[in-house]
C-alpha cells in the first residue's frame, strides 16, 4: 500500500509520510470502538463533562504545536491558525461542558390529550455507537475537533478519516483525545482516501458518519451510508451571498468582507464569494474593497506578517483561475489580483476581485473556493435577496446595514442556515449556534441543541398504572363504533347544538366509559381539540 507523502503548500517541503490503514484492520477498530462506546454510554453526564475539561486545557496548552503543524501542512498563517482552529472547538466544549448536561437528562412531559392523560410520560437520550467523521482539508483541525467533542460527550464512539492533504493535523487531533481519560478506543484514527472510508461506511456496526466536503460525495456517501440505515449529517460547502445596503457603513464593510472572502485564502465553506451591492453605492464601495483586497499580505504562513498563504493544491489555483478567466471573458471587470504570485511559488494566488458579475459567470454558479470574490450592482434590497436565494447553496449569509429593523425584516427572507448581521463567517465559532445549511448545502446541523440531539436517538416511555382497560382495545363492537362516531362529531361541529346532542348521546353510556378511563379529567383534553 502507497504511503501517504506529506508535502507543504508553503513551500513543497516534504512534511512526513504516513502509513494508510490497512483495510483488512478496519472490521477490528470499529468492534474496538463498539466495546468503548458500550463502556463510555454507562458513563454520567457530569464525568463526561470533566473529560471534556481535561480535553480543553490540553488543546489549549498544545495550541502553539499545533496551529504550527496546521500552518505548515494545510498553508492558513499561524495567527490565523490559532483563531480559526482552536477557538471553535473551545467554544464548543464550553457549551457541552455548561449546557450539555441539562440538555441531556431525561426529560418529563405532560400529555394534554384526553385519553392520554394520567400517564407518566418521559423522554430519553440515547448514543448511536460507532460513528465515522470523514475530515476535509480546510480546516483540519477545529473541524473534526467540534464534531468528535460532540460525539464523545452524547455518549458515542468514532473512527476519524482525516482528509490526505492533511493527515499530519488529524493524527494530532486523535492524539488530544488518547491523552484525556477516555475508553481505550473511543476515539481512533483511520489514515487513507475512498477505500478506507468505503470500509467504514459498509460496516454495520457504523450507525452514522458525519462528512464535510463537496456536494458529489456527500451525495455518494448518504447513498452508501443508506445501505445499512446509518445516520447521515452531510455538510457541503457553499456560495455565500453578502447583501451590502446602501446605508451600510462603507469602510466597514468593505474591510468585514475582506477578511470573509479571502480567510483561509478563501478556501472556506462560507466564505464571500458573492457580494449584492445597491446600485447607490457601488462604485464607492468598489474603491473600498478593491483598497482593502491590495493591503493583504501573501506570504508564508509562518510570518507573523502574512495575512494570507497558499491554496492547499495545484487542483484548487486551477479551479480559482478557471473562474477568474471565465468571468473576465464575460464581462467582469478584474480590478486588482487574477494571477499566481510566481516570485512566492506555485500556490500563492493574488486576492482578486471581479466587478460587473452576473449569474451566466462560473464564479457566480459554483463554488470557488479560494481568493476570489465577484460583485454585482442590483437595484434594490429585493432583488438582492432574489439573487441571493437564486442558488443551489444554503449555508450562510450576511446583511451589511445600519438599520436594524430592515435587517430584522429582511433576514428570515434568505434561504440559509444562518444569517449574520455586519459580520460573516463567524457562527461556526458559536458553540450556542446552530450550524448546518439549506438545499444543496447538507443536511443535518451540528453545534448548539440542535446539533446536541442529532447525535442522540430519542426514546419516548409512557407509563400508565391501572385496572381499566383501554377503550380502544379488543373486542371492537358497533357500541364502540358508535361512540367514536358521536364523540368525532361533536370535535368537528363544537356548537352549543352538538354538546346538546352529544350530553344527550353518551348519558346512557357513561358507565361504558368510566370503565376504560375518566371522562371529567379527560374533558380538558377534548376543549383543546375544539379550540
Known sequence: MNRIVVKSPADGSVLGEVEPTPLEVIPSMVERAHRAAREWQETPLRERAEALRQLRRLLLKERAALAELVAREQGKPRVEALIVEIFPPVDMMTFLIYEGGHLLRPRAIRPKGPFMRGRTCTLQFHPYGVWAVIAPWNYPASIPLVQLVSLVFTGNAALVKPSPLTPLTGA??????????????????VQGGAPQGQALLEHPRVRGVIFTGSIPIGRAVAAKAAETNKKVILELGGKDPAIVLADADLERTARGIAWAAMVN??????????????????????????????????????????????VIAPFQRDRVQAHVEDACAKGGRLLTGGKVLGELGELYYAPTLIADAHEGMLGMQEETFGPLVLVQPVADEQEAIDRANASMFGLTASLWTRDRQRAKRLAPLLECGAVTVNSHAVTFGDGYSSWGGFKDSGIGRTHGEFGLYELVQTQY??????????????????????????????LAEPSLRMSLRAMRRFAPEMRYLTRHFSPLKAMPGFLRYMR
Open 172 to 189: 494530532f487531533v486523535v492524539e488530544l483525545f488518547q491523552r484525556v481519560n477516555l475508553p481505550d478506543g473511543l476515539v481512533q484514527l
Open 265 to 310: 485564502a478563501g478556501q472556506t465553506c462560507v466564505s464571500v464569494e458573492r457580494v449584492y451591492v445597491e446600485r447607490a453605492i457601488y462604485e464607492p464601495f468598489l474603491h473600498a474593497l478593491q483598497a482593502e483586497l491590495s493591503n493583504i499580505r501573501v506570504g508564508h504562513p509562518l510570518d507573523d506578517e502574512t495575512d494570507m498563504g497558499p
Open 461 to 490: 416511555i409512557s407509563e400508565i398504572y391501572t385496572h381499566k382497560p383501554e377503550l380502544w382495545w379488543y373486542p371492537y363492537s358497533a357500541r364502540l363504533r358508535r361512540i367514536t362516531d358521536e364523540l368525532m362529531a361533536w
